[in-house]
């Protein structure tokens, strides 16, 4: 059984850095594509980046410059360092896995991802 299971959220304060980082488990994810997401209440879960099993990495354009994504294939995990942290970045992060990489599509949308973890929640405060 997939598992992906997010941890490293807390409440923080703006201009603070933290790391989040997401275990998988279940089968191999070296050829898979994991990213992050986010949710405020009432709002659409947003894209906010993705690195692929060869370690490209593409971001959303508000975090572009303050987080980066990273990966490690041996443990099966990936991680989002988030820098110069800003209140609008309160959500909860969602950790998500493309079991399919090389297919045609936009990698910016929950749809592509098979698979999800629980969620951790980022609060910064102003």
């Known amino acids: 059984q997939v598992q992906l299971v997010e941890s490293g959220g807390e409440l923080v304060q703006a201009g603070d850095s933290l790391r989040l980082s997401c275990a998988a488990s279940?089968?191999?994810?070296?050829?898979?594509?994991l990213a992050w997401f986010r949710q405020d209440p009432g709002k659409e879960r947003e894209f906010v980046a993705v690195?692929?099993?060869?370690?490209?990495?593409y971001y959303a354009d508000s975090v572009k410059g303050r987080f980066t994504i990273s990966r490690d294939n041996a443990k099966n995990t990936v991680s989002l360092q988030m820098d110069t942290l800003k209140p609008e970045d309160t959500a909860v992060y969602y950790c998500?896995?493309?079991?399919?990489?090389?297919?045609?599509?936009?990698?910016?949308?929950?749809?592509?991802?098979?698979?999800w973890g629980q969620g951790t929640q980022v609060t910064v405060s102003s």
């Open positions: 690195i692929s099993g060869s370690g490209s990495t």
């Open positions: 998500a896995a493309d079991r399919a990489p090389a297919r045609r599509g936009v990698v910016t949308t929950t749809s592509r991802y098979d698979y």
């Open positions: 279940g089968r191999t994810f070296s050829n898979y594509a």
